[in-house]
C-alpha cells in the first residue's frame, strides 16, 4: 500500500478552523484518500474521501493538490467534539481493508 | 438505526485459554471486516468477509487465529492459545457492497465500539 504522512500532532482552538496536512507521494491513479477519525474509546467513523477533486460534506472539506501528492481535511469550526485521531488513508480501487497508520491527533482548546 | 455492536465489551483471559469475540454487523451489510488496534498504533487488519466466505485472511496473524462468518451476518473471531501480545482491542466494521465495483468500492466502513482483550 502506497504511504501517507502525517504530523503526530496538532491543536486548535474552538470554533476555529482546523487543517490537517497529509502527504502522499507515492500516491498511484487508482488510490483514493479516505478520512476516517477515532474518538476516545471508540471505533473509527469515516469522514470523507475523494479521488482528484475536491468534496465537501457536513463533516468537513478535502482539499486534493493538483499532482495529488498531498491532501488536507478542513474542519470549518473545530468543537471540543472534533477531538480525535484522525487518520488519512489510500485505497486502491478493489482493496478490501484500510491500512490506518499512525494518524494525527487533533486537540481541541476551550 | 442500530450501528455495529461487538460482545463482549471487555474480556479478560489468562495464557493458553481460548476466547471468542462476537461482531454484529449493520443488517443488509454483506462486508465484514475484523481489525486488531494495540495501544498508541492505527487499527490493522485481520480479515475480511464478503458474505460467508473469508476473501481474504491476509491480516491474521498466524493460525491460532480464526473467524467465522457461516450465515453471513454475524462474525465470531476466535483465538486459541492466547498469548499475553495478544492483547489489544479488536474492531469490527461492515460496510454494503458496491455491485459495480470489485472489492466493494469505496464504501465507507462502519465501525463497532471493540473489544478490549486482555490476556494476563
Known amino acids: 500500500d502506497a504511504k501517507t504522512t502525517q504530523p503526530n500532532s496538532m491543536e486548535s482552538n474552538e470554533e476555529e478552523p482546523v487543517h490537517l496536512p497529509c502527504n502522499h507521494s507515492t500516491i498511484s491513479g487508482t488510490d483514493y484518500i479516505h478520512w476516517y477519525r477515532q474518538l476516545p474509546s471508540q471505533g473509527p467513523e469515516y469522514v470523507i474521501h475523494?479521488?482528484?477533486s475536491n468534496v465537501n460534506n457536513r463533516m468537513a472539506s478535502l482539499a486534493i493538490a493538483e499532482d495529488r501528492k498531498s491532501s488536507t481535511l478542513i474542519l470549518h469550526r473545530a468543537t471540543l467534539r472534533d477531538a480525535a485521531v484522525y487518520y488519512c488513508?489510500?485505497?486502491?480501487?478493489?482493496?478490501?481493508?484500510?491500512?490506518f497508520g499512525t494518524g494525527t491527533r487533533l486537540t481541541v482548546i476551550p | 438505526g442500530a450501528g455495529v455492536s461487538q460482545t463482549p465489551s471487555n474480556k479478560v483471559t489468562e495464557k493458553g485459554k481460548y476466547v471468542e469475540l462476537r461482531c454484529d454487523p449493520i443488517?443488509?451489510?454483506?462486508?465484514l471486516y475484523w481489525y486488531r488496534q494495540s495501544l498508541g498504533q492505527g487499527p490493522e487488519f485481520l480479515i475480511y468477509f464478503q458474505g460467508t466466505g473469508a476473501a481474504d485472511d491476509s491480516g491474521l496473524p498466524n493460525d491460532r487465529f480464526f473467524a467465522v462468518r457461516p450465515e453471513g451476518s454475524v462474525s465470531t473471531l476466535k483465538i486459541q492459545r492466547t498469548e499475553r501480545g495478544d492483547s489489544a482491542v479488536y474492531l469490527c466494521?461492515?460496510?454494503?457492497?458496491?455491485?459495480?465495483?470489485?472489492?466493494?468500492?469505496?464504501?465507507?466502513?462502519?465501525f463497532g465500539p471493540g473489544t478490549r482483550l486482555t490476556v494476563l
Open positions: 488513508i489510500l485505497r486502491k480501487t478493489g482493496a478490501n481493508n484500510l491500512f
Open positions: 475523494g479521488l482528484t
Open positions: 466494521a461492515s460496510s454494503a457492497w458496491d455491485m459495480l465495483t470489485v472489492g466493494g468500492g469505496q464504501n465507507e466502513q462502519f
Open positions: 443488517s443488509g451489510h454483506t462486508a
